[in-house]
């Protein structure tokens, strides 16, 4: 397979040790040509790329042209059912008579699912764990167990206070922070009030996938951002609370709250989830270890709901030999 990307510098740390069977190349200038006879069965644009004219035009000109997918983002919004296995036929431009397919990944059986769990199958309730007393007092601040967090995300306006309302609690709380954005995010929180000691924040290095996988396994909270890491929270069978990537046109609401909704989330978790990614700094909801348990409940039955189904690849092998 050869996969090609316009900027390869995070699989420096991402994927290490590179993946068998995988070539990875320098995303082409729009004029490079391409022999025919070396085009792919199957071509993915994802991430909303477009493929180099030169590309486009070798397809087109391909005896048997590959089958072209069109692998949209996440979402769980009717729409992207709707769309999910659509034709689009091109019309003009390099690749005219050519028909390009869309699929879209998802939670539904009826969309294109998510990326499988990691390959060695080790991030899931087998390792899991949970120091959170599942009664009915506060989680925090009213008992003096541990909790395990993992931070990855954008610059949520509220993290402010959710730092500070984790200071007012007596128990020990872990802050793992994950490197980039999120460790400075924090940092900023940090320049203007300090940490007291019963949170310990420990910033991380940059994680391969196998690396996070086991992160996310091994808290009681997971606090994770955009597509691929939220696909991970769900393997892992944690509680999670996900920062959907902000739009400015505010497409982003409709995609959080199709999800909450498909996956039949609780109101603390509901609650969570819009607080979290409101634009102004907005208070969470109070957290007791009975919501916590109700959480880790529903992200496991989500896991596991997902685990009986087909993911991503499978279905794409299936629809890709049902169109070639």
Known sequence: MQLYVDDASALAWMAPQGCAG???????????????????????????????????????????????????????????????????????????????????????????????????????????????????????????????????????????????????????????????????????????????????IEELPYLNHHEFDQLLAEQDLNLVRGEDSLARAIWAGQAFLWQIYPQDDGAHWPKLQAFLSATNAPPAVVQAHLAWNAEKATPLPNWTAQNLSEWRAWAQSLQQRLRAENDLLTRLESFVAAHG
């Open 22 to 200: 995988v070539e990875v190349l320098a995303w082409p200038a729009n004029d490079t040509g391409v022999d025919t006879s070396t085009l792919p069965h199957v071509v993915i644009e994802a991430f909303g790329c477009e493929l180099p004219s030169g590309f486009q035009a070798a397809m087109a000109a391909a005896a048997t042209p590959p089958v072209w997918v069109n692998l949209e983002y996440f979402s769980a919004e009717i729409a992207a059912l709707r769309n999910h296995g659509l034709p689009s036929p091109v019309m003009q431009g390099p690749a005219k008579g050519l028909t390009k397919w869309f699929f879209y990944p998802g939670v539904s059986p009826l969309s294109g699912g998510l990326l499988g769990p990691g390959v060695d199958g080790r991030a899931g309730p087998d390792v899991a764990r949970s120091n959170c007393p599942e009664t009915p007092q506060m989680c925090s601040p009213n008992d003096s167990a541990s909790l395990n967090i993992s931070l990855f995300c954008y610059e949520p306006a509220s993290l402010g206070l959710l730092l500070r309302r984790w200071s007012d609690s007596p128990q020990t709380l872990h802050l793992k922070v994950t490197a980039g954005r999120a460790t400075q995010a924090v940092r900023q929180v940090l320049g203007t009030w300090a940490a007291p000691p019963n949170m310990v």
